[in-house]
């Protein structure tokens, strides 16, 4: 060894390359052995980078679908803060509308209990003998009219219900626009007089003498929106401007007080039902929340809308529009005179079935003026009984009654092959009841309180005549007869005019009160219906207010009277 170290290097180069170093065997192996390993290598890094790609894909979806989730948990948050707040809305509309209910419910106590407090009292007194003699008349229409404002807060109740329920219709009629709003103003002025404002009525020349529309619907809402600008006007004025645009064919009313005004906060709740803004302006103005509500749906009904524009202390203006309906069918020609309603004189048997002694009086009683015999039941059994047991021309069946209602009794007559017409007495005035009544057989139905004038016309459709009586329906129109009728009214006007006169020289509210009143229940009767309108006006007045109070009110009703008697000079 030490031999070959010693040489040069040059001499052991070749002895150092030679191939005996290594074996080729194993260096073939070891060739293999290292691709071996390359190709496990290159496997697991292509693994890795699938696991990696794998794993990058499962974390890419596990993000997905975490932010799905994020955004499901907050879409469904979101959706249930949504869902409260409705719920919420839903609660606090309720709670309002249970609370405007209640106050409803109280208000419209007041409203029924004030003119019955007048009904019971004036009655009571009558019967007792407390009032004076010279005063029953003036009681009895006190009566009267507190019963009228009864029927008018029950008729606002079932109208809410119809609209509310779809069955309220119109019926279309021609409306003569310049009388209509002078009657606004007779009814309206002198009040507005009474409190120092200054009340004023415009109609543009662009309006026509004449719209089609419902009438009752049409005065019912100027009178309400009328009314509650004079009342909630303390000071300043009261105006009505009357246009109409014959494009859209609407005819607009703007009514402007300067009155306590609103708050445009306060204005969308205006015209929810059995609403008002607060208790203290109920407790100052009354009201029972119905009329702007119903105001409002009937102006719809007609093809229009009410707005209001308000501004709080400073006062409101409400513009009514309505559909003028079609002109070309409008009759052009002059209305025809109105005619004296006459009683039919009739000749038959008329059975009167109600449980109400009072109701029983006042039927009885109309029929009497048809010169009719009577017999009367108190429930459906007795009805029963009496109609089987006579000959009968009609029968006049109340639907509510004790121990068989009037449906009952009516049925057990069918079905025992009665067949006299019989009518139903009914203060079930809604649509669907008045159609049941008719579908289920009955000859016609007629809705409590009587009106007079179709009762009488309804008893002579059904029963013979006694005498050559014509109907109020077909009664002629004015000629001679009405003429010296009329002839004979205005010479007592020219009296009443004097003693209406005296009687303000003398303060004497009593005297003015019963010419008033006098006046009133002629005048219509002859076609001076702004005369009555304004009598009664002024009587209604003179109940509650001094002599003094009233001079302009009582200085315009002798002003009419006067041009009256001008124009009717000759008859």
Known sequence: MRSRLAKPISERAPMMSSPTAAPEGELAALQQQLQRLERRLERERNARKQAEHLLEG?????YNRNQELTRLHDSLEQEVKQRTRELEIARDKALEANRAKTNFLA?????LRTPLTAVIGFAENIKNGIIAIDEVDSAIESIIDSSYHLLGVLNGIINISDIESGTLTKELATVPIKRLFELIRSNFGAEAANKGLNFDLTIHPS???RIVTDPVMFKQILFHITQNAVKFT???KVSLAVNHHPASRLLEVKVEDSGIGISPADTPRLFRPFTQLDEESNRQYGGNGMGLHLSKRLANLLGGDITVNSTKGEGSVFTITIDSGDMNSIDKREPKSKVIPIIPKLQGKVLVADDSPVNLQIVTTLLKACQLEIVTATNGEEAVEAALSDNFNLVLMDIQMPKMDGKQAFELLQQLGFSTPVIALTANVMPEDMTNYQQQGFYSCLAKPIEQEKFF????????????TAPASEALPIEAWMVELRGQFINELRSLKQQLQQARERNDTTGCTKIAHRIKGSAGNVGFHRLTDEAGELQSRLKSQRLEELVLQLDQFSDHIDQLLAEHSHD
């Open 107 to 111: 208000n419209v106590s007041h409203e």
């Open 58 to 62: 499962k974390s890419l979806e596990l």
């Open 207 to 209: 309006v026509p003498e």
């Open 234 to 236: 303390q000071q300043g």
């Open 457 to 468: 016309a309804t008893l002579a459709q059904t029963i013979p005549a006694a005498a050559a």
